[in-house]
């Protein structure tokens, strides 16, 4: 069973450069949440798509964007990058079945966002 | 106030003890309650979850929930070495929408 996976692993990137960052879900997950993790600090829920659609949206701006696609892959996009999108870019995936009122979320290895 | 607080620690414990890790959430309205595991530099790794006040036990671990003071722990039991890592507590709510909102987390050190 293939847990969560993102690529790539490592980005170098220069401050006002666009970036795309991919994530694939759990086997059977259809939930795709996107979190940023900077030093020290717990990860920041950046948005979260379910059924290809943006459901919910944390704190960020309008330069992240995301998309999914119909196998429930998804991409994270953040364009006029910044020194401090500088951090561990999270990818979770979960299945919340109906009735349930829990989200049990499991994480991928996440992409280090480095912006000179 | 943040939503969800955490001790940053480190907490440091000798082998074999117990580790107690704190959480207190803002949102009343929270309905489940998750630990997550985060050795350094790589991502989060899932330990329980609990959604029902009281006591949840899985091996060495227990999690305890009392809704009414807003307030979550972990309990580690035998404490070993490779228990070190950072601990997150993370908070579910949904109402209307669904939102999980991270602490900043403990970090235990065990030491042999």
């Known amino acids: 069973d293939a847990g969560v996976t993102q690529s790539p692993t490592h980005l170098i990137k220069t401050r006002g450069q666009q970036v795309t960052l991919r994530c694939s879900p759990k086997?059977?997950?259809?939930?795709v949440s996107w979190y940023q993790q900077a030093l020290g600090q717990g990860p920041q829920f950046i948005f979260q798509?379910?059924?290809?659609?943006?459901?919910q949206r944390g704190n960020f701006p309008d330069r992240f964007s995301g998309h999914q696609f119909p196998n429930y892959s998804s991409e994270l996009n953040v364009n006029a990058l910044l020194l401090g999108d500088s951090a561990l870019y999270l990818c979770?995936?979960?299945?919340?079945?109906?009735?349930?009122?829990?989200?049990?979320?499991?994480f991928g290895p996440g992409t280090r966002l480095t912006v000179l | 106030q943040k939503e969800v607080e955490q001790n940053s620690g480190p907490l440091s414990v000798p082998e074999g003890a117990i580790a107690s890790l704190n959480c207190t959430y803002s949102?009343?309205?929270?309905?489940?309650f998750f630990w997550y595991r985060q050795y350094s530099g790589k991502s989060p790794e899932l330990i329980m979850f609990?959604?029902?006040?009281g006591d949840k036990e899985d091996g060495r671990f227990t999690a305890q929930l009392n809704k009414a003071s807003q307030y979550v722990s972990l309990l580690i039991r035998d404490s070993q070495p490779s228990d070190s890592a950072t601990y997150l507590c993370?908070?579910?709510?949904?109402?209307?929408?669904?939102?999980?909102?991270f602490g900043t987390g403990t970090k235990l050190q065990v030491i042999p």
């Open positions: 798509y379910y059924e290809e659609e943006e459901r």
């Open positions: 086997s059977g997950h259809d939930t």
């Open positions: 993370a908070v579910f709510y949904s109402g209307g929408y669904q939102k999980v909102t």
């Open positions: 949102d009343r309205g929270s309905q489940s």
């Open positions: 979770a995936s979960s299945l919340v079945p109906a009735g349930v009122s829990y989200n049990e979320q499991f």
């Open positions: 609990i959604y029902s006040n």
